[in-house]
């Protein structure tokens, strides 16, 4: 372990949330890099990076995944997990069901433009999903609303939908 990839990570993530910053896939593949982790260069194209927050079992839990188009046409990401304290976990395969459940089904599935919430507070956090989640997601908050990840504060459960790059 190189540093502490979660608060760099978390770091990265926090400045994205804030507006500080809108372009973020090279500096997380540069924390994957100074820990070790490159990117797949003989099965296919880089597609896309992406990050995500897991549901269970705490807040606590980033995740990154890196999307690739093989050469066949499929799509395919490898995951990374990254906690308080600890190394990465690297995900490969149907590793990333096997240790966050709510991740069932993203390793073999195609791309797709994520549905946007924001929060109600100052600084406008994002929150990003697809339909099945925001759908899970209803069902979890019947109130109509979630906590935002970030800071807490609500999440209205009523999507801008548009594409985010």
């Not at 797949?40 to 992406?50: A, C, F, I, S």
């Not at 190394?87 to 599935?109: D, F, M, N, Q, S």
Request: charged share 25%; net charge positive; aromatic share 8%.
């Amino acid at each position: 372990m190189v540093g502490n990839p979660y608060e760099e990570l978390k770091a990265i993530s926090d400045a994205v949330y804030a507006g500080e910053r809108t372009a973020w896939g090279q500096d997380v593949l540069a924390l994957l890099g100074r820990n070790g982790i490159r990117p797949r260069g003989d099965d296919g194209t880089l597609h896309k990076v992406t990050f995500s927050v897991a549901k269970e079992p705490d807040m606590d839990t980033l995740v990154v995944g890196l999307r690739y188009q093989k050469r066949d046409g499929s799509f395919t990401e490898d995951t990374f997990v990254f906690q308080p304290g600890k190394e990465i976990v690297k995900c490969y395969g149907t590793k990333i069901e096997r240790l966050l459940p709510e991740y069932k089904g993203t390793h073999k599935a195609p791309p797709t433009n994520p549905i946007v919430l924001h929060c109600l507070g100052p600084d406008n956090h994002k929150y990003e999903l697809t339909a099945g989640d925001l759908a899970d997601t209803k069902r979890k908050y019947p109130q109509g609303q979630m906590p935002c990840p970030v800071c807490g504060r609500p999440i209205p459960l009523q999507p801008l939908l548009r594409k985010v790059e």
